[in-house]
């Protein structure tokens, strides 16, 4: 079995079309062909449900694509460490992150990297499917908040993240309660945001509806409407505290408190390239700063996988 044929499956099975995974490969389409009947051959069985123009994982297909997945890993790795050896500071950062709040964390601290590190490209991918894109190869480490079971993968709890209701008028309460959210007009991130679906979900349990005023995805215009009056806001202990809000007011939610975790995930024994060292490391850094309640017994455990 060579490593094309790998290769050849893997673009197969991502694209799940053979003249468009011929297309990204930069052969003709029968010549994959002929290399799919050839591992087939080789693997005893059909890798593919052809139905029409249309194909199909088989059962098999799908062992082969997991273990395939794998062994891409490893050789991924391997050439990673040969490059870290060296401790060139060049490369590329691929980091996965969900939609919302962890995107513009992320997203900030690349300022602070590419002053560091002004040789290594960052790529960010903002998904859903966080834990995916680490299994798939597609990131060197991912950032959420939501846990999935994978047994493949190595999880740390970074931080508690809080979020704060806003305003620009001062209160001699530093609390209020999630009912009283509710009570003058609110500028929100769009439902794809993670804060959003937490108000959303809570919101419901209360027999209440969310009607912002505004709907933004930027939090730059977020915190300028809070500034001008025209309503108030929800938003993560994270934004609140990476972006200029001295002139902004917070409080504490409770009755519920709005809480989630957050994780960073990587592939259980994969090496960690240079570049996603010293990213996680200036990540804690920041995160220690700001005197975010995180796990000090995982957070010590993570920084001494990355020396």
């Keep these: 079995m060579e490593l094309r044929h ?37 693997v005893g069985y059909p ?27 490893s050789i991924q790795s391997m ?24 995107t513009d964390l992320v997203s900030t601290l690349c300022i602070q990297f590419n002053q560091l590190y002004p040789n290594i490209k960052v790529f960010i991918e903002t ?43 001062s209160n001699s309460d530093q609390k209020i309660s999630f009912s009283s959210v509710f009570d003058g007009p609110l500028i929100l991130f769009p439902s794809m945001h993670q804060c959003r679906k937490i108000l959303e979900k809570t919101s419901s349990e209360f027999g209440k509806q969310i009607e912002p005023i505004v709907e933004t995805s930027s939090i730059e215009s977020i915190l300028n409407l809070v500034r001008s009056g025209v309503g108030s806001s929800v938003v993560s202990r994270t934004l609140y505290e990476f972006y ?33 060292r010293k990213y996680i490391k200036l990540l804690i850094s920041e995160l220690q700063k700001l005197h975010f309640h995180i796990e000090k017994g995982a957070i010590t455990s993570l920084q001494n996988s990355l020396l």
């Design 127 to 169: 998904t859903d499917q966080v834990e995916k894109a680490v299994l798939e190869n597609r990131a060197d480490f991912g950032i959420g908040f939501h846990l999935s079971q994978y047994d493949t993968l190595q999880v740390t709890k970074l931080y508690d993240e809080e979020f704060y209701f806003i305003s620009n008028k």
């Design 244 to 276: 200029d809000t001295k002139d902004l007011f917070f409080q504490h939610i409770e009755e519920p408190s709005l809480t989630m975790e957050v994780y960073l995930m990587m592939k259980k024994n994969c090496f960690i390239n240079y570049a996603a």
């Design 6 to 42: 790998l290769e050849y499956f893997l673009m197969v099975s991502k694209e799940l079309h053979f003249t468009k995974a011929a297309e990204k490969l930069g052969i003709s389409q029968p010549t994959l062909s002929h290399q799919i009947k050839m591992l087939e051959q080789e």
């Design 79 to 102: 050439f990673s460490q040969i490059t870290a050896m060296t401790k060139v500071e060049i490369g590329e950062l691929k980091i996965a992150v969900l939609p919302g709040e962890i």
């Design 47 to 73: 890798l593919f449900n052809r139905v029409g123009k249309k194909i199909e994982l088989t059962k098999v297909g799908e062992i082969v694509q997991q273990e395939s997945l794998k062994i891409q890993g």
